[in-house]
Nanobody, 130 residues
Framework: QVHLVESGGGLVQTGDSLRLSCAAS????????IGWFRQAPGKEREFVAA????????KYADSVKGRFTISRDNAKNTVYLQMNSLKPEDTAVYYC???????????????????????WGQGTQVTVSS
């Protein structure tokens, strides 16, 4: 069982930055690919970014490429999502999720891959005002 806790959300203005954190309790955290997803009111949960268990591979949704950066520190059991140049359409609850990597499978689940992730956090609200 992996317990994930997101933090770092808040209310910001257009063009501001935020850094979200996803902290894990599991000591084998480094075996998991981590994805960030978001869900806006009335919309389906969507893929934002993902990082492989080594940190060597990343994927991004087209809507955030060039603005968001995912990274991880396995020594701290934490994954980060640096969000720059925020827009009102980035407003959503942001969730991190963990996917246990297995030999012979892609280091990051195919996008969107929502059902490939085994564990989910409770989410953190990000609100971007115009």
């Amino acid at each position: 069982q992996v317990h994930l806790v997101e933090s770092g959300g808040g209310l910001v203005q257009t063009g501001d930055s935020l850094r979200l954190s996803c902290a894990a309790s599991e000591r084998t955290f480094s075996s998991y690919a981590i994805g960030w997803f978001r869900q806006a009111p009335g919309k389906e949960r969507e893929f934002v970014a993902a990082i492989s268990w080594t940190g060597g591979s990343t994927k991004y949704a087209d809507s955030v490429k060039g603005r968001f950066t995912i990274s991880r520190d396995n020594a701290k059991n934490t994954v980060y999502l640096q969000m720059n140049s925020l827009k009102p359409e980035d407003t959503a609850v942001y969730y991190c999720a963990a996917h246990l990597w297995r030999v012979g499978t892609p280091v990051i689940p195919p996008v969107p891959g929502i059902y490939e992730y085994d564990y989910w956090g409770q989410g953190t609200q990000v609100t971007v005002s115009s």
